[in-house]
């Protein structure tokens, strides 16, 4: 399996680097990368601390990377479109394995135990609330307490929120939420959190579903 190389400089340009990857493999899923036009804020929220100081392109490639595997298991890909089912998970398991090789790759044990924790609290929310309103909120404040985590460094209260996710509390999603907008503030990293969720729709949708 070949790593992703850093080959942009602008951790904005993440999803177009990812997609160059992909073409350049030559592999199944080659034909069915397109231009992405969507915004790459989650990978730009976790390459924006200081944990990510020292290659955020490679960073935000990785996060959006994983992100990319996690919409085609469960929606509709913005780099890889068209795959018919089995191939669109097929390729999801690939692109969460790439992701993780080149994290690895860069020595972040902590972000790859991050980006494992995301993957697998995001498939049992799936598995327990499928598209409910809980478990769209609960996902998304997943997906931006964990960039947050990976920019920024994971905090007590952000580990106490994924464990509070794993037992299916009430609470998670607020606490998630929660821990990372303190963290981000934390680290000055404010506005590109709160890109990252209006990029999810969070802040104008998940908010009343929280409670």
């Known amino acids: ?12 340009d993440a999803l177009r680097a990812l997609a160059a990857d992909l073409r350049a493999e030559d ?10 036009t969507a915004d790459a804020a989650l990978g730009v929220l976790a390459a924006s601390g200081p944990r990510a100081a020292a290659d955020p392109a490679s960073y935000a490639i990785v996060f959006e990377c994983v992100r990319e595997g996690y919409l085609l298991h469960y929606g509709t890909g ?3 479109v068209g795959a018919d089912g089995d191939l669109a998970l097929l390729a999801g398991d690939y692109l969460y394995a790439l992701g993780l090789e080149r994290l690895a790759s860069l020595g972040d044990l902590e972000a790859v ?5 995301l993957i697998s609290l995001a498939a049992q929310v799936h598995d327990r609330g499928g598209a409910s309103p809980r478990a ?11 960039a947050t985590a990976i920019a920024a460094g994971a905090t007590p ?6 464990a509070a996710l794993r037992t299916g509390s ?6 998630l939420w929660a821990a990372a907008g303190f963290a981000a503030a934390e680290a ?10 209006a990029s999810l729709d969070f802040l104008e949708n998940s908010i009343s579903t929280l409670g």
Not at 27 to 36: A, F, N
Not at 136 to 146: D, F, H, I, Q, S
């Open 170 to 175: 009430d609470e998670a999603a607020r606490a």
């Open 157 to 162: 209260a952000h580990e106490a929120a994924k």
């Open 1 to 12: 399996m070949s790593a992703i190389a850093p080959v942009s400089p602008a951790p904005a």
């Open 78 to 80: 913005r780099v890889v």
């Open 27 to 36: 592999s199944v899923v080659s034909p069915h990368v397109v231009d992405p």
């Open 113 to 117: 135990r991050e980006l494992s924790d």
């Open 136 to 146: 769209k909120a609960e996902v998304a404040a997943l997906w931006l307490g964990c």
């Open 188 to 197: 000055g990293i404010g506005e590109h959190l709160g890109h990252g969720a």
